[in-house]
């Protein structure tokens, strides 16, 4: 079973073209939606989890037309957005218990079972009585990963889950992530490179509503090899630079720029070669550098 | 740093919404308080300007107790605003000074706390400006009195709760903390202010006030009505005193909490070290069955209805909500089963659910209104909308449950409510509970309002776009739904939501008359109601495209199917129920309703004084069918031109209610005016002076149909009461015109008539009782007939009694020719029957009433005993108490008969031996007017009604006195007293002395008289007073016209009373007098025999006061009591009489000597409360003891 996205398009009130004819195709794996603040991936996650309309093109999962059969899609779906609360004085359990019956785990029994799994396989088992409302920021990623889990669901859309945790509990989720079977749709939107990089054997890249590139991100790496040089400058140099090479990004290195320049030939000129990530790969797209 | 600070508090909460609407709700309380009578504030006001400084002052010191709640919900809020946002980690960690930041959050949400009390003068003034005011109740501006309101309650009262509530804020961190401790704090001022009523030393009870509404209402008790409409009372005396002491203790409390806060986090729970593991559990997940269908629908609505439920249980607004109205309606059920005299009822179950009614459902309703906007906004307002809208389940499941949770919980307290009544009534030995009664008062008549508006709220807040345009909405639409039809016109509950007829329930007939009436629109709303629940379910929002056509388009199926049919269903029923109230029945609009009224008086009122034919005498042919509530009246009476001009045409006015069937000898219809019910009819010939005719008519009623509201309540299904004021009136009759000032004004009428002046000799304006126009003395007889299982009373002897073809029968005939104003009656009674010298006496009453019946049945006797011995004998042969369903609640003398209501009277409970016996007075009072009314009736002008309210009172009275002995009489008169000063407060026109009274001013003729008279009878002797009362009867009993006025009751009086006290009939009767009376001191000191010497000072002062309130100083020589009372024993409410003296007293300061056999608790002027005094409280004093 495939999701497949074809020519999908939204457009806001205001104007703004969240999705422009956007097409994809994802398999069952681990699939990574890269992309800026304001590309439209949330945009993209809210339409196929059934939350918002579009305005022209079609999503399909399997035999399923995603954008008209909303509760079949519901059935098979779990979904941990960008951005959730949690109501005061309901704990863990109680709010997984909920969720699990609102997903159609009726018996009593068996919901009580994979309550509890749930919350041992995300360690949170000690915590499972305490209010939410008390939880840290870690502790509230675990609890929304376990309650999209429940109900094993086919299609998991994962909404930038590791923005502002810390290495320890990053390490955590993806390991939880990795131990999702071979046969779920993951997507992973994240505006976090080394993310998609461990993980994903699919990505594509949105930029202002449009895919800018689609494909296996080892390859994309490789297909820039030997062309990315990066070069040590002073800061008054740096506009020079733009000017005369393809500049890829510039970071800070010990308080002076370090760029990395995209060129088919060698270059001179104080530049070495540099051994491409995926973030040159990410910028060279966007800047349609390549 | 701190100026910052306070201005930050004061720009976040000026911004804030609450502020401003705490404003206009205070403001609006005190507008309609100074602008109209439908709001009341601290008591009567009397005859001070509505807008005086006087009353700036009440009202500023009142609502610091209203506004505790709001002080608490802004300084809650500044003190616990860092904790609850999470920003005091950001806030502490700056270098702010804990002095600046406590003081600046304090002093700013305190300051703002004041803001909405500024409501009050704004209120005030703009009261002064409407057009409807009366502007002679208005004074000028006094901008000191509001500074003063400001400076002496407003800033020191919010200072003192602010403080409390901010250290609690502060120091435990939690808002359910801050608002039960406010209640606690209202609680427990209240329960202090109940128990420190009493508190003899004043000075104390002045300065235990937090509040200073106490210690204002001592500081200005003895105010006249000119200071009172110009003096502010500020910070000095006594009150100055006050307010240091509780602004000093404010400001303890705040440097308590100052010292004990600290900034560094509360330590929490100490954190497990633990390590977690970065590898999840090597666990399975179980593969979980997911379901669908009809089961698992079921279980995720179980699932869910618990969740919604506990969810609203737990929140601390719910608590405290409900901690608000538990504390509201508990003791207002235990407290409220009092009537009049401070005796008691017994708590009938009628009682007890209409308290609830009117403590509880304000909360229910508030309640309600809060708790739909948090239910379904709140997966919104937690942010969790997303994860749970991309679940598989059903939308409307999530409703259901939420509806579902609410009205669990309203019913719940339902439920406690009536635990509570059934407590109470158990607790106070009653156990007649009644319990369908409880069930479906509360469960279907209440209850299907609150689902009708629960409906309602939810609709609202599914379309609004936020929370506060739902709350918004649903609030206005509520009051619009409540004010805006009468404006328009529109009378047919049709329109109105959720209207349903009002109803009274009785014993006698339950709820059976408005049964039909209300079901019918009860089934009406509840289409609709379903209605609006299908769109409800169809628009519930889910995701994130909230537009509206969105959400229809993409509800398809079943559900818009079932919305369409409902849709259908209800208009349908809708205009047949408009068919049945329109139709069939009459449905006038209450502005059109008015405008006749109007209309009537404008263009009948010219024939009022036209002469007309008199009744003499009346044969009656009555068949009451209850079961359908239908009458037929059929009647025979004998018409008489008792003037000396020929008569050619006869006025009649008709019920509106009824249908008549009319036939005069020699008369034709000329006329017949159908929107008022005017008919004129052309005599050919004339009916010339001294000519007889006949006049037969029939009068019917049959209900058809459904009615817009459930009217005739005369007849019912069991306790049918009617008086012969359904018969065709002969002549104009104003009782037809509008009584309202205002909507007269409107209308272009002149002000109502009062009742003609009091004239001496009067002839020929003296030819009218004031009871009737159109009959003087006539004859009575009646055949009446009613359903086998029930009594039917008419006026006179029962002559017969027989059975015919499924009816009943009875036959009655007056005894004695009477006034023409008698009752009909049929209702299943017991009768208890006994005999007081050939006189049948009987009360007839509903068979769970019996508990008064046998006392009712003495009192009768003892009223025959003491009237027939001092007045003149007793002229019918039966003396009958009928009980009435309490549809009215008053008791009435009819020649021989006594109609009672049910819920006076018969459910009254005598406690204690020494209360006052609240069912022997009404009896013996009602009796006394088969005298004072139906033998000796005055003409139609000033001071009538003193001949017969006055002398019935009297006999009262004496009856009493006889009973209880002269000491307990003070009981009585204090009541009465206070009754007439109170009603003084409220008399929108001019008072009158007791010779002039008008009709309606009862506080006059009812309570003034009481002290009047008595005190009469004190001076002159009972043997003077009744001999007078007795040369009255034999002037005037059964008199023919012109009929007697106040004046010849007033100069009996006066030929019995010696000429040294003739000052007393001028004083009581013709004058509003009043005095001022006090003892300023009391002392007593131990004799050597044992025996005590004690000395008081009294002051004394004399008013004369006019009709408009002002009083005025005049000389004083009249007697007055002085006397010492002994401690009451336990249980007794007054002590023993250990010194009586009358004396003789001028104006001013004196002092008295006497001796006691024992030690006075008591002493001073006027114990026996026979003189009105304008503060009676001060007249006896604590005696000090001396050695």
């Given at each position: 079973?495939?999701?497949?996205?074809?020519?999908?398009?939204?457009?806001?009130?205001?104007?703004?073209?969240?999705?422009?004819?956007?097409?994809?195709?994802?398999?069952?794996?681990?699939?990574?939606?890269?992309?800026?603040?304001?590309?439209?991936?949330?945009?993209?996650?809210?339409?196929?989890?059934?939350?918002?309309?579009?305005?022209?093109?079609?999503?399909?999962?399997?035999?399923?037309?995603?954008?008209?059969?909303?509760?079949?899609?519901?059935?098979?779906?779990?979904?941990?957005?960008?951005?959730?609360?949690?109501?005061?004085?309901?704990?863990?359990?109680?709010?997984?218990?909920?969720?699990?019956?609102?997903?159609?785990?009726?018996?009593?029994?068996?919901?009580?079972?994979?309550?509890?799994?749930?919350?041992?396989?995300?360690?949170?088992?000690?915590?499972?009585?305490?209010?939410?409302?008390?939880?840290?920021?870690?502790?509230?990623?675990?609890?929304?990963?376990?309650?999209?889990?429940?109900?094993?669901?086919?299609?998991?859309?994962?909404?930038?889950?590791?923005?502002?945790?810390?290495?320890?509990?990053?390490?955590?989720?993806?390991?939880?992530?990795?131990?999702?079977?071979?046969?779920?749709?993951?997507?992973?939107?994240?505006?976090?490179?080394?993310?998609?990089?461990?993980?994903?054997?699919?990505?594509?890249?949105?930029?202002?509503?449009?895919?800018?590139?689609?494909?296996?991100?080892?390859?994309?790496?490789?297909?820039?090899?030997?062309?990315?040089?990066?070069?040590?400058?002073?800061?008054?140099?740096?506009?020079?630079?733009?000017?005369?090479?393809?500049?890829?990004?510039?970071?800070?290195?010990?308080?002076?720029?370090?760029?990395?320049?995209?060129?088919?030939?060698?270059?001179?000129?104080?530049?070495?070669?540099?051994?491409?990530?995926?973030?040159?790969?990410?910028?060279?797209?966007?800047?349609?550098?390549? | 740093?701190?100026?910052?600070?306070?201005?930050?508090?004061?720009?976040?909460?000026?911004?804030?919404?609450?502020?401003?609407?705490?404003?206009?709700?205070?403001?609006?309380?005190?507008?309609?308080?100074?602008?109209?009578?439908?709001?009341?504030?601290?008591?009567?006001?009397?005859?001070?300007?509505?807008?005086?400084?006087?009353?700036?002052?009440?009202?500023?010191?009142?609502?610091?107790?209203?506004?505790?709640?709001?002080?608490?919900?802004?300084?809650?809020?500044?003190?616990?605003?860092?904790?609850?946002?999470?920003?005091?980690?950001?806030?502490?960690?700056?270098?702010?000074?804990?002095?600046?930041?406590?003081?600046?959050?304090?002093?700013?949400?305190?300051?703002?706390?004041?803001?909405?009390?500024?409501?009050?003068?704004?209120?005030?003034?703009?009261?002064?400006?409407?057009?409807?005011?009366?502007?002679?109740?208005?004074?000028?501006?006094?901008?000191?009195?509001?500074?003063?309101?400001?400076?002496?309650?407003?800033?020191?009262?919010?200072?003192?709760?602010?403080?409390?509530?901010?250290?609690?804020?502060?120091?435990?961190?939690?808002?359910?903390?801050?608002?039960?401790?406010?209640?606690?704090?209202?609680?427990?001022?209240?329960?202090?202010?109940?128990?420190?009523?009493?508190?003899?030393?004043?000075?104390?009870?002045?300065?235990?006030?937090?509040?200073?509404?106490?210690?204002?209402?001592?500081?200005?008790?003895?105010?006249?009505?000119?200071?009172?409409?110009?003096?502010?009372?500020?910070?000095?005396?006594?009150?100055?005193?006050?307010?240091?002491?509780?602004?000093?203790?404010?400001?303890?409390?705040?440097?308590?909490?100052?010292?004990?806060?600290?900034?560094?986090?509360?330590?929490?729970?100490?954190?497990?070290?633990?390590?977690?593991?970065?590898?999840?559990?090597?666990?399975?997940?179980?593969?979980?069955?997911?379901?669908?269908?009809?089961?698992?629908?079921?279980?995720?609505?179980?699932?869910?209805?618990?969740?919604?439920?506990?969810?609203?249980?737990?929140?601390?607004?719910?608590?405290?909500?409900?901690?608000?109205?538990?504390?509201?309606?508990?003791?207002?059920?235990?407290?409220?089963?009092?009537?009049?005299?401070?005796?008691?009822?017994?708590?009938?179950?009628?009682?007890?659910?209409?308290?609830?009614?009117?403590?509880?459902?304000?909360?229910?309703?508030?309640?309600?209104?809060?708790?739909?906007?948090?239910?379904?906004?709140?997966?919104?307002?937690?942010?969790?909308?997303?994860?749970?809208?991309?679940?598989?389940?059903?939308?409307?499941?999530?409703?259901?449950?939420?509806?579902?949770?609410?009205?669990?919980?309203?019913?719940?307290?339902?439920?406690?409510?009536?635990?509570?009544?059934?407590?109470?009534?158990?607790?106070?030995?009653?156990?007649?509970?009644?319990?369908?009664?409880?069930?479906?008062?509360?469960?279907?008549?209440?209850?299907?309002?609150?689902?009708?508006?629960?409906?309602?709220?939810?609709?609202?807040?599914?379309?609004?776009?936020?929370?506060?345009?739902?709350?918004?909405?649903?609030?206005?639409?509520?009051?619009?739904?409540?004010?805006?039809?009468?404006?328009?016109?529109?009378?047919?509950?049709?329109?109105?939501?959720?209207?349903?007829?009002?109803?009274?329930?009785?014993?006698?007939?339950?709820?059976?008359?408005?049964?039909?009436?209300?079901?019918?629109?009860?089934?009406?709303?509840?289409?609709?109601?379903?209605?609006?629940?299908?769109?409800?379910?169809?628009?519930?929002?889910?995701?994130?495209?909230?537009?509206?056509?969105?959400?229809?388009?993409?509800?398809?199926?079943?559900?818009?199917?079932?919305?369409?049919?409902?849709?259908?269903?209800?208009?349908?029923?809708?205009?047949?129920?408009?068919?049945?109230?329109?139709?069939?029945?009459?449905?006038?609009?209450?502005?059109?309703?008015?405008?006749?009224?109007?209309?009537?008086?404008?263009?009948?009122?010219?024939?009022?004084?036209?002469?007309?034919?008199?009744?003499?005498a009346i044969?009656y042919?009555?068949?009451?069918?209850?079961?359908?509530?239908?009458?037929?009246?059929?009647?025979?009476?004998?018409?008489?031109?008792?003037?000396?001009?020929?008569?050619?045409?006869?006025?009649?006015?008709?019920?509106?209610?009824?249908?008549?069937?009319?036939?005069?000898?020699?008369?034709?219809?000329?006329?017949?005016?159908?929107?008022?019910?005017?008919?004129?009819?052309?005599?050919?010939?004339?009916?010339?002076?001294?000519?007889?005719?006949?006049?037969?008519?029939?009068?019917?009623?049959?209900?058809?149909?459904?009615?817009?509201?459930?009217?005739?309540?005369?007849?019912?299904?069991?306790?049918?009461f009617?008086n012969n004021?359904?018969?065709?009136?002969?002549?104009?009759?104003?009782?037809?015109?509008?009584?309202?000032?205002?909507?007269?004004?409107?209308?272009?009428?002149?002000?109502?008539?009062?009742?003609?002046?009091?004239?001496?000799?009067?002839?020929?304006?003296?030819?009218?009782?004031?009871l009737s126009?159109?009959s003087?003395w006539v004859s009575v007889e009646t055949?009446i007939?009613?359903?086998?299982?029930?009594i039917a009373v008419a006026p006179g002897s029962l002559l017969?009694e027989?059975?015919?073809?499924?009816?009943?029968?009875f036959h009655y005939k007056v005894d004695k020719d009477s006034l023409n104003f008698y009752s009909f009656i049929s209702?299943?009674y017991?009768v208890a029957r006994g005999e007081w010298n050939g006189v049948k006496t009987e009360v007839y009453y509903?068979?769970?009433?019996?508990?008064?019946?046998?006392?009712m049945m003495?009192s009768i006797h003892l009223a025959l005993d003491?009237c027939t011995?001092?007045f003149g004998p007793y002229m019918h042969k039966q003396a009958r108490i009928i009980e009435f369903?309490?549809?009215?609640?008053?008791a009435q003398a009819f020649p021989g008969t006594m109609p009672y209501?049910?819920?006076?009277?018969?459910?009254?409970?005598?406690?204690?031996?020494?209360?006052?016996?609240?069912?022997?007075?009404v009896v013996v009072h009602e009796m006394a007017h088969q005298w004072w009314a139906h033998q000796v009736i005055?003409?139609?002008?000033?001071?009538?009604?003193?001949?017969s309210?006055?002398?019935a009172?009297?006999s009262?009275?004496?009856?009493?006195?006889?009973?209880?002995?002269?000491?307990?009489?003070?009981?009585?008169?204090?009541?009465?007293?206070?009754?007439?000063?109170?009603?003084?407060?409220?008399?929108?026109?001019?008072?009158?002395?007791?010779?002039?009274?008008?009709?309606?001013?009862?506080?006059?003729?009812?309570?003034?008289?009481?002290?009047?008279?008595?005190?009469?009878?004190?001076?002159?002797?009972?043997?003077?007073?009744?001999?007078?009362?007795?040369?009255?009867v034999?002037?005037?009993a059964y008199?023919?016209?012109?009929?007697?006025?106040?004046?010849?009751?007033?100069?009996?009086?006066?030929?019995?009373?010696?000429?040294?006290?003739?000052?007393?009939?001028?004083?009581?009767?013709?004058?509003?007098?009043?005095?001022?009376?006090?003892?300023?001191?009391?002392?007593?000191?131990?004799?050597?025999?044992?025996?005590?010497?004690?000395?008081?000072?009294?002051?004394?002062?004399?008013?004369?006061?006019?009709?408009?309130?002002?009083?005025?100083?005049?000389?004083?020589?009249?007697?007055?009591?002085?006397?010492?009372?002994?401690?009451?024993?336990?249980?007794?409410?007054?002590?023993?009489?250990?010194?009586?003296?009358?004396?003789?007293?001028?104006?001013?300061?004196?002092?008295?000597?006497?001796?006691?056999?024992?030690?006075?608790?008591?002493?001073?002027?006027?114990?026996?409360?026979?003189?009105?005094?304008?503060?009676?409280?001060?007249?006896?004093?604590?005696?000090?003891?001396?050695?």
């Amino acid at each position: 079973m495939e999701l497949r996205i074809n020519a999908l398009s939204k457009t806001y009130v205001n104007g703004v073209k969240a999705l422009d004819n956007v097409t994809l195709t994802v398999p069952p794996g681990m699939y990574g939606l890269l992309g800026q603040d304001g590309a439209g991936k949330s945009t993209l996650m809210r339409t196929i989890a059934t939350l918002q309309e579009a305005d022209g093109g079609e999503v399909t999962l399997g035999d399923l037309n995603v954008l008209m059969d909303k509760d079949g899609v519901r059935r098979l779906l779990g979904y941990l957005p960008q951005d959730f609360g949690v109501y005061p004085r309901v704990s863990a359990y109680e709010m997984l218990d909920h969720l699990a019956l609102l997903k159609g785990v009726s018996a009593a029994k068996q919901r009580k079972e994979l309550v509890e799994a749930m919350l041992q396989k995300v360690n949170l088992w000690e915590h499972r009585k305490k209010a939410l409302t008390g939880y840290s920021g870690g502790m509230r990623q675990r609890f929304g990963i376990a309650q999209a889990l429940l109900g094993n669901p086919k299609l998991l859309i994962v909404d930038e889950p590791t923005a502002g945790l810390d290495p320890g509990e990053r390490n955590r989720f993806y390991n939880l992530l990795a131990e999702i079977g071979e046969s779920v749709i993951v997507i992973l939107s994240t505006h976090i490179v080394e993310d998609v990089m461990e993980l994903c054997s699919k990505m594509a890249i949105l930029h202002r509503g449009r895919v800018f590139f689609e494909g296996g991100p080892e390859d994309a790496v490789n297909a820039l090899a030997g062309k990315v040089y990066m070069r040590k400058i002073a800061k008054a140099e740096l506009k020079d630079y733009e000017a005369r090479y393809k500049v890829i990004s510039s970071k800070m290195v010990a308080g002076q720029p370090l760029i990395h320049v995209f060129s088919e030939d060698p270059l001179e000129d104080g530049f070495s070669l540099a051994n491409p990530s995926l973030e040159d790969v990410f910028f060279t797209k966007i800047g349609g550098l390549n | 740093m701190f100026a910052e600070l306070l201005r930050f508090e004061l720009r976040y909460w000026l911004k804030a919404v609450m502020v401003w609407v705490f404003m206009v709700i205070l403001g609006s309380l005190v507008f309609a308080a100074t602008s109209t009578d439908q709001v009341t504030i601290g008591g009567s006001i009397g005859n001070t300007h509505r807008n005086a400084p006087y009353v700036i002052g009440t009202f500023y010191s009142i609502m610091g107790i209203f506004s505790m709640l709001m002080t608490t919900a802004f300084v809650n809020s500044a003190a616990s605003r860092d904790f609850q946002y999470g920003t005091h980690q950001m806030v502490f960690s700056t270098p702010l000074k804990k002095a600046h930041y406590l003081l600046g959050r304090f002093i700013g949400s305190t300051l703002v706390a004041v803001i909405p009390m500024l409501g009050i003068s704004v209120g005030m003034i703009l009261a002064g400006f409407m057009p409807w005011i009366d502007a002679q109740r208005f004074g000028p501006i006094h901008w000191d009195a509001h500074l003063q309101g400001i400076l002496t309650f407003a800033l020191p009262n919010t200072f003192f709760v602010a403080a409390i509530v901010f250290v609690i804020a502060v120091l435990t961190r939690s808002t359910m903390a801050s608002f039960l401790g406010t209640l606690v704090l209202l609680v427990g001022y209240i329960v202090t202010d109940v128990l420190t009523e009493d508190l003899d030393n004043e000075r104390l009870a002045m300065l235990l006030d937090p509040f200073a509404i106490r210690t204002y209402s001592i500081m200005t008790k003895y105010w006249t009505v000119a200071e009172r409409n110009t003096r502010a009372l500020g910070w000095e005396g006594m009150m100055l005193a006050n307010r240091l002491i509780w602004t000093g203790a404010g400001l303890v409390i705040f440097l308590l909490g100052y010292q004990r806060f600290s900034f560094s986090e509360r330590s929490k729970k100490s954190k497990s070290a633990e390590l977690e593991s970065a590898e999840p559990a090597a666990i399975d997940i179980p593969v979980a069955q997911v379901s669908e269908g009809k089961a698992t629908a079921w279980s995720q609505f179980a699932g869910l209805l618990k969740f919604e439920f506990w969810g609203l249980v737990k929140s601390t607004s719910f608590i405290v909500i409900m901690a608000a109205a538990l504390m509201n309606t508990i003791p207002s059920i235990i407290f409220s089963a009092k009537e009049g005299y401070g005796n008691s009822s017994y708590p009938v179950t009628y009682f007890i659910v209409e308290v609830i009614q009117g403590s509880l459902y304000l909360f229910t309703i508030s309640m309600i209104t809060y708790y739909a906007g948090l239910l379904v906004w709140r997966e919104r307002d937690a942010r969790m909308d997303e994860i749970e809208d991309v679940t598989p389940s059903p939308t409307f499941i999530r409703y259901a449950a939420k509806f579902t949770a609410l009205m669990g919980i309203m019913a719940i307290l339902q439920a406690i409510m009536m635990l509570v009544g059934i407590s109470t009534q158990t607790w106070l030995g009653y156990t007649r509970y009644q319990i369908g009664l409880y069930a479906s008062k509360l469960f279907i008549y209440d209850f299907s309002f609150f689902v009708f508006l629960a409906v309602l709220a939810f609709f609202v807040h599914v379309l609004s776009p936020n929370k506060y345009v739902g709350y918004f909405g649903f609030v206005i639409f509520l009051v619009a739904n409540a004010f805006v039809w009468d404006p328009l016109d529109v009378a047919t509950r049709l329109v109105k939501y959720g209207s349903r007829p009002s109803y009274t329930y009785s014993d006698f007939f339950g709820y059976a008359p408005y049964f039909l009436t209300w079901w019918a629109f009860t089934l009406y709303w509840a289409l609709f109601a379903l209605l609006l629940c299908a769109l409800t379910a169809v628009l519930w929002p889910r995701g994130k495209e909230t537009a509206l056509r969105i959400r229809w388009r993409n509800w398809q199926g079943e559900m818009r199917t079932a919305a369409m049919a409902l849709g259908g269903l209800f208009l349908v029923f809708g205009a047949w129920l408009y068919y049945n109230n329109a139709v069939l029945n009459k449905l006038v609009g209450p502005k059109t309703a008015l405008e006749r009224q109007a209309q009537y008086e404008k263009k009948y009122k010219q024939y009022q004084k036209m002469t007309l034919p008199r009744i003499t005498a009346i044969r009656y042919d009555i068949d009451i069918y209850p079961e359908r509530r239908a009458l037929r009246m059929k009647a025979d009476q004998e018409l008489v031109n008792n003037s000396n001009e020929a008569i050619s045409s006869v006025h009649m006015v008709l019920d509106q209610n009824f249908d008549y069937d009319i036939q005069i000898d020699g008369a034709r219809l000329e006329s017949f005016d159908r929107d008022y019910g005017y008919q004129i009819y052309k005599l050919d010939p004339d009916m010339q002076p001294g000519e007889k005719r006949r006049m037969r008519y029939t009068v019917t009623r049959e209900p058809r149909g459904i009615e817009n509201s459930v009217r005739v309540m005369q007849l019912v299904q069991n306790g049918t009461f009617f008086n012969n004021g359904i018969a065709p009136q002969l002549g104009y009759q104003p009782e037809g015109e509008l009584n309202d000032r205002n909507e007269r004004r409107k209308r272009g009428l002149p002000e109502k008539d009062l009742m003609p002046a009091l004239e001496r000799d009067c002839t020929k304006n003296c030819m009218n009782t004031y009871l009737s126009n159109h009959s003087d003395w006539v004859s009575v007889e009646t055949v009446i007939s009613t359903s086998p299982d029930q009594i039917a009373v008419a006026p006179g002897s029962l002559l017969r009694e027989w059975n015919d073809g499924g009816r009943r029968y009875f036959h009655y005939k007056v005894d004695k020719d009477s006034l023409n104003f008698y009752s009909f009656i049929s209702a299943k009674y017991e009768v208890a029957r006994g005999e007081w010298n050939g006189v049948k006496t009987e009360v007839y009453y509903h068979h769970e009433h019996p508990w008064n019946v046998e006392k009712m049945m003495r009192s009768i006797h003892l009223a025959l005993d003491y009237c027939t011995k001092n007045f003149g004998p007793y002229m019918h042969k039966q003396a009958r108490i009928i009980e009435f369903p309490r549809i009215s609640t008053f008791a009435q003398a009819f020649p021989g008969t006594m109609p009672y209501s049910e819920s006076i009277g018969f459910i009254a409970r005598l406690e204690k031996p020494d209360d006052i016996d609240m069912v022997q007075y009404v009896v013996v009072h009602e009796m006394a007017h088969q005298w004072w009314a139906h033998q000796v009736i005055g003409a139609n002008m000033q001071g009538a009604t003193a001949l017969s309210e006055m002398l019935a009172q009297y006999s009262s009275l004496m009856v009493m006195e006889h009973q209880y002995g002269r000491d307990q009489m003070r009981k009585f008169l204090e009541y009465e007293v206070d009754r007439y000063l109170s009603g003084r407060g409220r008399e929108r026109l001019k008072e009158r002395p007791l010779l002039t009274v008008e009709a309606q001013q009862g506080y006059i003729h009812y309570q003034k008289a009481s002290a009047a008279i008595y005190y009469l009878k004190e001076m002159i002797g009972e043997d003077a007073v009744n001999r007078a009362l007795r040369k009255t009867v034999e002037r005037f009993a059964y008199a023919q016209p012109p009929y007697p006025t106040s004046h010849h009751l007033i100069d009996a009086l006066r030929e019995e009373t010696p000429e040294h006290l003739r000052y007393l009939i001028r004083d009581l009767f013709e004058d509003i007098t009043l005095f001022a009376n006090r003892t300023v001191e009391a002392t007593a000191k131990k004799r050597a025999d044992g025996q005590y010497d004690v000395s008081i000072e009294v002051e004394s002062k004399k008013l004369k006061a006019d009709a408009d309130g002002n009083e005025k100083e005049c000389a004083m020589d009249d007697y007055v009591d002085i006397g010492a009372f002994a401690k009451p024993k336990d249980g007794k409410r007054y002590g023993e009489t250990l010194y009586r003296e009358r004396v003789k007293l001028q104006a001013g300061k004196r002092k008295f000597q006497f001796v006691t056999k024992e030690a006075p608790e008591k002493a001073g002027i006027d114990p026996f409360r026979l003189l009105i005094d304008r503060v009676p409280s001060d007249n006896l004093k604590k005696v000090s003891l001396s050695d």
